[in-house]
């Protein structure tokens, strides 16, 4: 009916007859899900446990029994039996790179290539599925899985890859093979001098083999384009993925290039973010972010920034975590500090500027000399401007001197740690840095003890991202050599319940979210996973093989195994 011939009382009728259901939908809104017969741990000290949970748009807005959400149930609710399994608020993992992360997903995949047929034959796959110009890369090959273990040369792959580059790396990260394609881009033949500390392994009549060892490698990697937009595209989506599929709701994304960020928000735009992502580029580009007026957790619940990562030293492992004393068996060595700290002055420069603009600090600190000089800097900081609500972040804070547990708690200064650091670590650390100061490593009980708050994260792509496998760290603490079954300084242990809320309110404060996020409550965004096992009733040593069942973020499920039971 053409609205001008329509009579005007049919409109007042028409009117007279939608005010009641609009009245109706008013006054009792229905929830969009429940999720009924769960065993909920909330995480909200207020009331710990429940058995459902409704949601509302993006929001929980029931919390408790069977009947509380039941409550909230309307014809168009959905509404899923969770068969008694267990329901935790989404893991917020306070530690990512999260895009190096997606990139070793989207690369191929050699270390369990069992032959060097084996390994060329993924490699010619590979090739048939790569846009032309982009590079092979990564692979974590091992040909000590072969027999005989022969190291593989350019050979074996020429064939296969006559117009693509081709560099994939050793599982130590030390070596790499490139094909000849790469060689000729690289620039790299039989008359090139090996660098210093680098080798470029050569066949009888010296003419390089493709193996490339340690600086060597450099040649390669100057050479090899920055990501496109396209690929940074294609990488961040096959994150996103793998992070719902693990139970990650929320990932701080340390390090952040401004090229990640721009892909964030163009997914963001699309609707296309799956989980929330709190981006902190580089202290370098203070300047920037302070030009703009971006402050700390600036955005929405889906993409915030404001936040900068700063380093103050290496690592255990290379030997470069700054120490007081110097590690065992390695001369006078006690490490380096990074280059952004020489002069010290040049970071302190940087936290000032960052700190009037309102940005939030999160330095990487590992040595014990290296930690005691940020929190020196941090307090520079706070007597030139004043106590403030700024949660300073120290990541990683792997090897404490006892004496700065009390500085943590009067700086109010986050540790954002990760667990699975502490029993692959822990594997060699004794021997790096003796019992004493071995027992001040990753040192959560102290430092709970100390009023301090843990924020856990796992690092990625240098560590798993799975969060079970993190909690079962900070539980069992038992080093992957199988050597400490009891605990790897037992007494630093944690109960479950304390790993979780490190992992979902601890790191939700550390990104100025615990009012939004962290726990199960009324009013809170609806981030929760679904886990196949009760992880506070099975053994400890149980934890790692617990697996997601569903990942909803914002109460849309993201990720579902296909089971309520596995
Ligand atoms: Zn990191």
Redesign the pocket.
């Known amino acids: 009916m053409d609205r001008r011939n329509c009579p005007l009382w049919l409109f007042v009728l028409a009117f007279f007859l939608i005010l009641p259901l609009g009245n109706q939908a008013q006054s009792r809104a229905a929830a969009d899900l429940i999720i009924t017969n769960a065993k909920i741990w909330t995480v909200d000290p207020a009331l710990p446990t429940g058995h459902a949970v409704a949601v509302l748009g993006d929001r929980i807005v029931a919390v408790g029994s069977n009947g509380d959400a039941d409550a909230w149930r309307g014809p168009g609710t959905r509404v899923i039996e969770a068969q008694g399994k267990l329901l935790l608020p989404g893991f917020n993992d306070a530690?990512?790179?999260f895009v190096s992360g997606g990139r070793q997903l989207d690369s191929i995949q050699l270390n369990d290539a069992a032959n060097p047929q084996e390994f060329a034959r993924r490699i010619g796959e590979r090739v048939k599925v790569t846009p032309k110009g982009e590079w092979i890369l990564g692979g974590n090959w091992d040909e000590t899985k072969w027999d005989p273990p022969n190291m593989p040369t350019k050979e074996l792959i020429d064939a296969l890859t006559p117009d693509t580059p081709v560099f994939v790396s050793r599982y130590d990260g030390h070596m790499g093979l490139a094909n000849s394609v790469a060689l000729r881009l690289a620039g790299i033949t039989a008359k090139t001098p090996d660098p210093p500390g680098g080798t470029i392994v050569r066949d009888a009549q010296g003419n390089p083999t493709g193996a490339l060892k340690d600086a060597a490698t450099e040649y390669i990697y100057k050479v090899i384009p920055p990501l496109t937009h396209d690929q940074r595209l294609r990488i961040v989506k096959r994150a996103l993925a793998y992070a719902a599929s693990v139970g990650v709701t929320s990932v701080q994304h340390?390090?952040a290039d401004y090229e990640d960020i721009a892909v964030y928000a163009e997914l963001l735009q699309r609707g296309e973010l799956t989980t929330r992502i709190y981006a902190a580029p580089s202290i370098a580009s203070v300047g920037d972010l302070a030009k703009l007026g971006i402050r700390r957790a600036f955005g929405g619940p889906f993409l915030r920034i404001g936040a900068l990562?700063a380093f103050a030293d290496g690592s255990l492992g290379s030997g470069t975590a700054y120490f007081y004393e110097p590690f065992l068996n390695q001369g006078n060595n006690r490490g380096l500090l990074s280059d952004e700290m020489h002069p010290i002055s040049l970071m302190r420069d940087r936290y000032l500027k960052a700190d009037a603009a309102g940005l939030q600090l999160c330095t990487?600190a590992i040595g014990d000399e290296g930690i005691s000089t940020i929190l020196d800097l941090y307090t520079d900081v706070l007597q030139a401007h004043g106590e403030s609500d700024r949660r300073w972040r120290i990541?990683?804070a792997q090897h404490m001197a006892a004496k700065d547990f009390q500085r943590f708690r009067q700086l109010h200064v986050i540790a954002s740690v990760?667990p699975y650091h502490a029993i692959d670590d822990g594997r060699f650390a004794e021997s790096h840095i003796g019992h004493d100061r071995a027992s001040r490593t990753y040192a959560f009980r102290t430092f709970l003890d100390h009023g301090v708050r843990l924020a856990f994260g796992t690092?990625w792509e240098?560590a798993p991202l799975d969060p079970l496998l993190t909690v079962y760290a900070a539980v069992t603490r038992a080093t992957l050599d199988g050597k400490n079954p009891n605990g790897w300084f037992p007494e630093q242990k944690l109960a479950v319940s304390e790993a979780i809320e490190a992992y979902t309110m601890g790191s939700a404060y550390a990104e100025f979210q615990e009012k939004e996020k962290g726990s199960i409550m009324p009013g809170k965004l609806a981030d929760m996973v679904l886990v196949s096992e009760d992880i506070f009733s099975i053994p400890p040593e149980k934890i790692r093989d617990a697996r997601i069942l569903k990942t909803f973020v914002g109460g849309r499920l993201v990720f579902d195994s296909g089971s309520p039971n596995r």
């Open positions: 530690h990512v790179h340390m390090s990562k990487h990541e990683h990760q690092d240098v």
